[in-house]
């Protein structure tokens, strides 16, 4: 599976956010439900527009995302 396939970037909705093709649900949205418990069946219940497919797509984009994050730290002069 390929998360390209189920979330779109566009500047012209949602102001760029990675949101699930074809609806206006936010990726982050989508993870913070699942971050706070809820099943993916209340998930799919609360928006029909939604497909199994497209919770782990958020999931697989959320995973590459972190693969690529750094963390730097700064020293402080004293």
């Known amino acids: 599976m390929e998360w390209q396939d189920y979330i779109t970037i566009d500047p012209e909705i949602l102001v760029g956010k990675p ?9 982050d949205f989508i993870i913070e439900l699942l971050a706070q418990g809820w099943p ?11 497909k199994p497919e497209d919770i782990r797509a958020s999931l697989l984009y959320a995973s590459e995302m972190m693969r ?10 004293k």
């Open 19 to 27: 949101v699930i093709k074809g609806t206006r649900l936010a990726v």
């Open 40 to 50: 993916e069946a209340e998930i799919l219940r609360n928006y029909p527009g939604l």
């Open 68 to 77: 690529y994050e750094k963390v730097y730290t700064l020293s402080i002069a």
